[in-house]
C-alpha cells in the first residue's frame, strides 16, 4: 500500500451552516458526463485539457432563439457569429440549422466561403474590411454594412469598376442609455453623422441604400437597451423614408445578449440575472411591428453569437498540483491556463469536480500551468480538498475562448464534439511543436546539424574568441 502525501496542517477559520438570504450552504455539483459521456472516459481517449462541445445544446439553444423572435416577428434571420467561435463542425452546425454567417474580417468570410455558404447569406460587418475581400463581397451579392466614410468611397470605386450598383447598409451607433455606450463603430446617430452618411450614399449614383445595422454592446441584461436602439433606428428609417423615397430591406440588430455565464463582481449568479430569449423578442419586436406597414415589413438579422454556444462548451482540466500560499489559502494548479481560457479575465467560470470527494468544502485560488503571475483562473472558489490526478470541468467556455486562444507556454488541446448520437468527433487535433514551427523558416546559415550531429553553428561575428591574456594573466 503506498504511503499518502504529508500536507502540514494550517489552521483555517470556517463557519459551518450558517444562512443568508439564499439559505443553506447546498453540497458540491459535479460533474461525471457530458452528454452521457463520461468525463474519465474522454480524458484517457482524448487527452487532458479538452475541449468538449455539445451538438445537441447547440441545437436546442439555436431552436430557442429562433422559436422566441419568429412567435412575435414574421421576418426573422439569424446570422451566426463567426468571430465567437469559428470551428468549422461548430459553424457546419449553425449553417445546417438556417443560419446565414456574420464575419468581420476578410479570413471569416474565406471559412464562410470556403464553408459552402453562399454570397447572398453572409453579412459583412466590421471597421476594416479590405479591398480584395471587398471585391468579392460585391461580386457575390453579400450584405455589406458600411462603417465609415473612407468605405463608402471604396465602395464606389469597386461599384463603379463592375459597373453595377451596389446595396449597402450603414452601422449606427448611439445613446440607448446604456454606459458605457459603444460610438467607435459605425456613424453616430445624435450628431447628424449617420444621416450625413446616408445622403452620401442616395447621392451616388453606384450605391443604394437598403439597410441599417447596430451592435450596442455585449453581455447586455437589460432588453430596455435593445428596445431603445429599435425605436432610434425606426426613427431614423422613417426620416430616410420620407427624404429619399426608399423602403428599407432589413434591420440588423447585431448580438450581445448575455449567457448565463458570470461575471466577476456580480453579487447575483447570472442564472438569475441573463433574461430570456423571450424577454429580448418582446422588447424588440413590438417595437417593429409599431413602426412599418404590415405587409412591408423589414427582415429582422440576429446575430447572436454567446447566448447561442456560451453554455455548449466544456473544457475538462486536471490538477497538476496542490500548495497553500503564505496566506494560508490552498492552491490548485491546473494543465490549463488563461491562454486558452481568456474569458477567465471576466467570468467567474464555473469548476465541477468530475471524482467523488468529501463533502467539505475550502476555499481554493485555482491557477493554470503558466510561468506568469496573471496566470489565474479563479482567485478565489470553494471546492472539496482535491489531489494531483483528479479532473475538473470549467464552464460555460463556448463563447470566443476557442478564437482567442494563444501558443504561449502551453499548447492549444485538442476539441471533441458529441453529436447528437452520443458519437464523439474530434473537429480539431491537439497541436503541437512541429505545427507551432509550420511557418517557420530557418536560414541556411543557422543550419543544425552537421556530420550528422546536432549543434548550433552560430556566425562568425557571434562566436565567442577566448582571450589568451586574460585566461595566462
Request: charged fraction near 25%; include cysteine.
Amino acid at each position: 500500500m503506498s504511503k499518502e502525501s504529508y500536507e502540514k496542517p494550517s489552521i483555517i477559520r470556517h463557519t459551518i451552516g450558517t444562512m443568508n438570504e439564499f439559505g443553506r450552504p447546498s453540497g458540491q455539483k459535479r460533474c461525471e458526463k457530458i452528454d452521457g459521456i463520461s468525463v474519465e472516459q474522454l480524458v484517457k481517449n482524448h487527452g487532458s485539457p479538452l475541449v468538449v462541445f455539445s451538438e445537441a445544446s447547440i441545437r436546442k439553444r439555436h431552436a430557442a432563439l429562433q422559436r422566441a423572435f419568429e412567435l412575435r416577428y414574421p421576418k426573422v434571420q439569424i446570422a451566426w457569429s463567426y468571430k465567437t467561435n469559428y470551428q468549422k463542425a461548430i459553424c457546419a452546425v449553425m449553417h445546417d440549422e438556417g443560419s446565414f454567417a456574420e464575419v468581420v474580417s476578410e479570413y471569416e468570410y474565406e471559412m464562410a466561403i470556403n464553408l459552402g455558404v453562399e454570397g447572398k447569406k453572409i453579412i459583412y460587418n466590421g471597421p476594416h474590411k479590405p479591398e480584395p475581400s471587398l471585391i468579392t463581397a460585391v461580386q457575390q451579392g453579400t450584405i455589406i454594412n458600411i462603417d465609415n466614410f473612407e468605405e463608402v468611397y471604396l465602395l464606389e470605386k469597386i461599384a463603379d469598376s463592375l459597373n453595377r450598383t451596389v446595396e449597402v447598409g450603414i452601422r449606427i451607433n448611439m445613446d440607448t442609455g446604456m454606459y458605457p455606450a459603444w460610438d467607435r463603430f459605425g456613424f453616430n446617430l445624435e450628431n447628424g453623422q449617420a444621416d450625413e452618411a446616408a445622403e452620401r450614399i442616395m447621392s451616388s449614383k453606384k450605391l443604394k441604400l437598403t439597410g441599417l445595422h447596430s451592435h450596442i454592446g455585449t453581455f447586455i441584461l437589460e432588453p430596455r437597451f435593445y428596445q431603445q436602439a429599435v425605436l432610434n433606428l425606426c426613427g431614423f428609417a422613417g426620416r430616410m423614408k420620407e427624404k429619399f423615397k426608399i423602403d428599407l430591406k432589413y434591420m440588423d440588430i447585431g448580438g450581445g445578449f448575455a449567457s448565463r455565464n458570470r461575471l466577476k463582481s456580480t453579487y447575483l449568479p447570472t442564472t438569475d440575472l441573463a433574461p430570456d430569449f423571450d424577454s429580448f423578442a418582446e422588447a424588440i419586436c413590438s417595437v417593429l411591428l409599431n413602426s412599418f406597414p404590415k405587409d412591408n415589413l423589414p427582415i429582422l438579422f440576429l446575430e447572436t453569437g454567446r447566448a447561442i454556444i456560451d453554455e455548449a462548451g466544456y473544457l475538462i482540466t486536471t490538477v497538476e498540483a496542490t500548495k497553500r500560499l503564505p496566506t494560508g489559502l490552498r492552491a490548485l494548479v491546473l494543465d490549463a491556463g488563461v491562454n486558452i481560457m481568456v474569458t477567465s479575465f471576466w467570468y467567474d467560470l464555473e469548476m465541477l469536480p468530475v471524482q467523488k470527494k468529501s463533502t467539505f468544502l475550502e476555499d481554493h485560488v485555482v491557477f493554470g500551468p503558466l510561468c506568469m503571475q496573471i496566470d489565474v483562473i479563479r482567485d478565489l472558489i470553494k471546492l472539496p480538498v482535491l489531489s494531483k490526478g483528479d479532473n475538473l470541468v470549467i464552464r460555460p467556455f463556448g463563447a470566443y475562448n476557442t478564437t482567442q486562444w494563444m501558443q504561449f507556454i502551453k499548447m492549444r488541446p485538442a476539441i471533441v464534439m458529441i453529436g447528437m448520437l452520443k458519437e464523439v468527433d474530434i473537429i480539431r487535433e491537439a497541436e503541437d511543436v512541429s505545427y507551432l514551427h509550420q511557418k517557420d523558416h530557418l536560414p541556411e546559415r543557422f543550419a543544425r546539424k552537421t556530420n550528422g550531429k546536432n549543434s548550433k553553428l552560430l556566425p562568425k561575428h557571434l562566436k565567442m574568441v577566448p582571450d589568451k591574456k586574460k585566461i595566462i594573466g
